[in-house]
C-alpha cells in the first residue's frame, strides 16, 4: 500500500456548503496531483502542483481550488457545493527522480452533494 | 497529442482461461507505459510499467504485459484469471510530467 491518504472517504453534503477534502503523502514526492472520476469511468486530471507554492489547472475545468503549502499536503477546497459536484475524487503523487516513475493514488473520496 | 486508446470496455473471461486487456497509445517520442487496476472503492493500484528494453513486462499478481512498437500496443495479459481479478483496468502514459489514462476496461471474470 503507498503512503498516500485521503479523508474523508465518504462525505454527503447540502448545496451550497463550503468543503475541503484533504490528502497528505508520506512519501515526500514533489509532485501531486487531483483527479476526477465518476464510478467506473474515466479519469479526468482537475488540478496538479509540482512542488511547494505551484499549482496549475488540469484537463478538466473544475470550480474547485487547490493549494500547496508543505509538500506533503495538497487539500482541494470546493466554496460552495453543488450537485454536479458529486463524484470520486482522487489524489495521487509521484517523485520525479526518474521521468517514469509511476503515480500512487490515495483511497478516494466520494462526494455527493444533495 | 497524446492518447491512450482501451478498445474494449468490458472483457468477460471463465476463471482458468488467459485474459488479455487491450491498450493502443499515441505518443511522440519514446513511450512510458504503465496499467493500473482499480478495485470497488477503491484508488488505482499500480501494476506494471514499460520503459524499455524486454518488451513483455512481469508485474503484481501474475499479470504481464507486452510491448509491442510496431502496433502501438501495450497489452495486459494473464495466463490463468481469477474471480479475483475482476475490476477496472486502466492503461496510462506519460506526456510531460503527467499522466494521459484510457477510459479502462471491466474485467469480469466468471466462475
Known amino acids: 500500500e503507498a503512503d498516500i491518504y485521503q479523508t474523508p472517504r465518504y462525505l454527503v453534503i447540502g448545496t451550497g456548503k463550503k468543503i475541503t477534502l484533504e490528502c497528505s503523502q508520506t512519501?515526500?514526492?514533489?509532485?501531486m496531483y487531483w483527479y476526477q472520476q465518476d464510478p467506473g469511468m474515466e479519469l479526468h486530471l482537475i488540478h496538479y502542483s509540482y512542488g511547494v507554492n505551484s499549482t496549475e489547472k488540469g484537463d478538466l475545468s473544475s470550480e474547485s481550488t487547490v493549494s500547496r503549502i508543505r509538500t506533503e499536503h495538497f487539500p482541494l477546497t470546493l466554496e460552495s457545493a453543488r450537485p454536479s459536484h458529486t463524484s470520486q475524487y482522487l489524489c495521487?503523487?509521484?517523485?520525479?527522480?526518474?521521468?517514469?516513475?509511476?503515480?500512487?493514488f490515495g483511497p478516494g473520496t466520494r462526494l455527493t452533494v444533495l | 497529442a497524446q492518447s491512450v486508446a482501451q478498445p474494449e470496455d468490458q472483457v468477460n473471461v471463465a476463471e482458468g482461461n488467459p485474459l488479455t486487456v487491450k491498450c493502443t497509445y499515441s505518443v511522440s517520442g519514446n513511450p512510458y507505459l504503465f496499467w493500473y487496476v482499480q478495485y470497488p472503492n477503491r484508488g488505482l493500484q499500480f501494476l506494471l510499467k514499460y520503459i524499455t528494453g524486454d518488451n513483455l513486462v512481469k508485474g503484481s499478481y501474475g499479470f504481464e504485459a507486452e510491448f509491442n512498437k510496431s502496433q502501438t500496443s501495450f497489452h495486459l495479459k494473464k495466463p490463468s484469471a481469477l474471480v479475483s481479478d475482476s475490476a477496472l483496468y486502466f492503461c496510462a502514459v506519460i506526456y510531460g510530467q503527467n499522466f494521459v489514462f484510457g477510459p479502462g476496461t471491466r474485467l469480469s471474470v466468471l466462475p
Open positions: 512519501m515526500g514526492h514533489d509532485k
Open positions: 495521487a503523487s509521484r517523485t520525479t527522480v526518474s521521468s517514469y516513475n509511476e503515480q500512487f
